[in-house]
T-cell receptor, first 107, second 120 residues
Framework: DIQLAQSPSFLSASVGDRVTITCRASQDISNYLAWYQQKPGEAPKLLIY???TLQRGVPSRFSGGGSGTEFTLTISGLQAEDFATYFC?????????FGGGTKVEIK | QVQMVQSGAEVKKPGSSVKVSCKGSGHTFSSYAINWVRQAPGQGPEWMGRIIPISGTSDHAQNFKGRVSFTADKSTNTAYMELRSLRSEDTAVYYCTRLPNWGSGAFDVWGQGTMLTVSS
């Protein structure tokens, strides 16, 4: 199985900040990497797939990058509604594992 | 409107079984694989398995060692997940979600979640 390690697990930031979350895969997953946002009591919401493709309706302040085993999610200009937990997921091979999550909180 | 609507919360005793339904609407059910993901309190999502309704093919994560099965009724656009021999560690929110059968993508539409509580 492919393991995904996210860092940091917790991040404290202010509105307007630029934040970057990293996801490292235990082996090459090509470009089959997605990012989700989850708020308490809600299902995860797809933000980005195939490393950098923005899901329809997702604001352009979200961006993804990376390749192979190291990937990033960047939020440029954090908004109040962005405080949530973020998960990466690999879709290269089954099982389609998720990372452990990064909780973004207000400083 | 594309949506996936799941059955309601369940409370079960250890050793029993549960069957959760997931009805899709607003999209071509047969173009997607229906995946099931669970999330225990305070934990990250865990992929459980999937079924491809157009073929009936399914597979599951090794963690569930034959305790889980997936079915789909194409006539009603409904998928089902049955989990057997329940234990307290199965207490979680269970989600259905879809993945395109072809091309790229990820889990773009999710059900609202079904809370399962396993307790004696």
């Amino acid at each position: 199985d492919i393991q995904l390690a996210q860092s940091p697990s917790f991040l404290s930031a202010s509105v307007g900040d630029r934040v970057t979350i990293t996801c490292r895969a235990s082996q090459d997953i090509s470009n089959y990497l997605a990012w989700y946002q989850q708020k308490p009591g809600e299902a995860p919401k797809l933000l980005i797939y195939d490393v950098f493709t923005l899901q329809r309706g997702v604001p352009s302040r979200f961006s993804g990058g990376g390749s192979g085993t190291e990937f990033t999610l960047t939020i440029s200009g954090l908004q109040a509604e962005d405080f949530a937990t973020y998960f990466c997921q690999q879709l290269n091979v089954y099982p389609l594992n998720f990372g452990g999550g990064t909780k973004v909180e207000i400083k | 409107q594309v949506q996936m609507v799941q059955s309601g919360a369940e409370v079960k005793k250890p050793g029993s079984s549960v069957k959760v339904s997931c009805k899709g609407s607003g999209h071509t059910f047969s173009s997607y694989a229906i995946n099931w993901v669970r999330q225990a309190p305070g934990q990250g999502p865990e992929w459980m398995g999937r079924i491809i309704p157009i073929s009936g093919t399914s597979d599951h994560a090794q963690n569930f060692k034959g305790r889980v099965s997936f079915t789909a009724d194409k006539s009603t656009n409904t998928a089902y997940m049955e989990l057997r021999s329940l234990r307290s560690e199965d207490t979680a929110v269970y989600y259905c979600t879809r993945l395109p059968n072809w091309g790229s993508g990820a889990f773009d539409v999710w059900g609202q979640g079904t809370m399962l509580t396993v307790s004696s």
